[in-house]
Structure formats: C-alpha cells, structure tokens
C-alpha cells in the first residue's frame, strides 16, 4: 500500500506541477479548486455570521471599491498573459469586520475579509489597495492549496479530499483553516511562508497598479504595519519577510509595477 501511495504521489507532483503568475515559480497544488471553493464558502459564511459586519458608511464603500477594483485588475493581468487562471467564475466577496484585529485574509473563491483594526494602518484608499492586492494575490497563486497539499502529504492520509472529509472532518477543516489563515487568529502551522508572502507582495504590487493605486504606496504601508509590532508582531506579519528584505524586494520590483501604473492612468 505504501508502495502504491508513493507512485501516486509522484504522479501527482509530476502531472499537478503548474506555475504561479508573474513569478513563473513552479508549485505543486493537487486538490480540486472546486471543492476548496466549496469549503471556503461555507467556511466563510460561518465567520460572517459570527462576526459584526458591517454593511455600509464610508469604510464599508471604500473596500468595496478597492475589492472590485483589484479584482478587475486581476482579469486584465491574466487575460494578457494568457494565464488561464479561471477567476471570472469566483463568487467575489469583499467584507468588513468590525473588530479591533490588525487582520485581512482572502480565500478560494475570491472571499475576502477585512478587520476595522487594519484600516488605521492602511491610512486610506491606496493603503488599502496594498493589502487588498496582496490577499487576493494569495488566491491567485493558489497558495492555500499548495499549502494544504503540502499538509496532505506530510499526513499521508487520504489523497483524496472527498474521501478525507469523510473519514476525518474535523482533521481537514483544521488543515483547511490554517492553510487560508481563516478568521483573526490562526492556531498551529502559520498560514503562509516567507516564499508565499513574498510572491504575493510581488503580485500584489503588479494588481493595485493595474487597478490605478500608486505602487509606489507599498513599501511605506509595510514599514507602518512593521513600525506597529512594537514589542511583538502583528499576526497579519507573523510569516512575512524581515522590513529590510521586504523593502529590498518591493524596491526591486517597483520599477515593472510602476510602468503598468502609467499605462493604466493613461487609459
């Protein structure tokens, strides 16, 4: 049975290995989109209904605007590189907490959640654009994927997600919630690594210049969120790259950011 379970896997790497945008990486993400859409629905739903939202003012207008701005952005990256990425279907949400957690997240689906708590760091609309670019990236990446693929060979378990929800619920729903960062505080295994955080800041930075927020605004919003930990990290940076390689890498990628900001400002 081992024996078959190794094959299987290999099969799986070998057939299932796709690349992320932009940063051209290879990545091993072998689970159905379409169930992990699913689960992300019902997933996201029950945070809904447990938190305060909030459905309209200033606040609530501004992140929709940005959410459906980037997501906009989106189409039009993937559509020009012929990427394939099948993100026009997603049933898009984009939602305000009211809670006082320096948080946001995004998951399959293009279900999106910000806390109140992030909205003083991010100052105003572009500040938002950073961390709006920046989730929905980890959806395009299909980085929760890759991580719970990850967390499905290190169990050696059912290959199988159908099968594994049967036999182990509880098991894949905790695997599913830690792979997305679900909710305002994420227990065991961080969300994403430093590779994740640092190809959605790249791909981030590419989506809010498209949707016609400044790159530029990047690097100062991270260093505000770093400036914030004081004696301890916010959880929204906790697998993040250190300030000084963040800005390295921001500075680096900036100049291609900004070239699809003046193409989008003309237009």
């Known amino acids: 049975m081992t024996r078959k379970i190794c094959l299987f896997l290999l099969a799986l790497f070998l057939v299932q290995c796709s690349t992320v945008p932009i940063s051209n990486r290879k990545r091993v993400a072998f689970l159905p989109e379409a169930q992990l859409v699913s689960m992300a629905s019902n997933s996201y739903q029950g945070v809904m209904n447990e938190s305060k939202v909030i459905r309209s003012g200033e606040q609530y207008e501004m992140i929709q605007r940005v959410g459906n701005r980037i997501k906009e952005a989106v189409f039009i990256y993937l559509d020009e590189k012929g990427q394939g990425e099948d993100v026009r279907n997603y049933d ?52 929760g994927n890759e991580r719970m693929s ?24 905790n695997l ?50 770093s400036a914030k930990g004081g004696g301890g990290t916010p959880e929204f940076l906790s697998t993040h790259p250190s300030s000084d390689r963040r800005a390295a890498n921001l500075q680096k990628n900036l100049p291609k950011a900004q070239k699809y900001y003046e193409q989008y400002q003309r237009n």
């Not at 009211?98 to 500040?127: Q, R, S």
């Not at 690594?193 to 210049?209: K, Y």
Request: net charge negative; hydrophobic share 45%.
């Open 92 to 143: 898009w949400e984009f939602n305000l907490i009211d809670e006082d957690v320096v948080n946001a997240w995004a998951m399959p689906g293009g279900k999106v959640a910000f806390y109140t708590g992030i909205l003083p760091i991010c100052e105003n609309e572009t500040g938002v654009a950073v961390v709006m670019g920046h989730e929905i990236a980890h959806v395009v990446a299909r980085h």
């Open 176 to 225: 599913f919630r830690t792979a997305y960062g679900l909710g305002s505080t994420v227990a065991g295994t961080l969300p994403f690594s430093r590779l994740h955080e640092t190809e959605a800041d790249e791909l981030g930075l590419i989506f809010m210049a498209i949707a016609g927020y400044d790159p530029a605004a990047a690097a100062p919003f991270w260093g505000r969120m």
């Open 150 to 173: 990850q967390g499905l060979l290190q169990q050696k378990g059912a290959l199988v997600l159908e099968v594994l929800m049967q036999e182990k619920p509880e098991s894949t729903k």
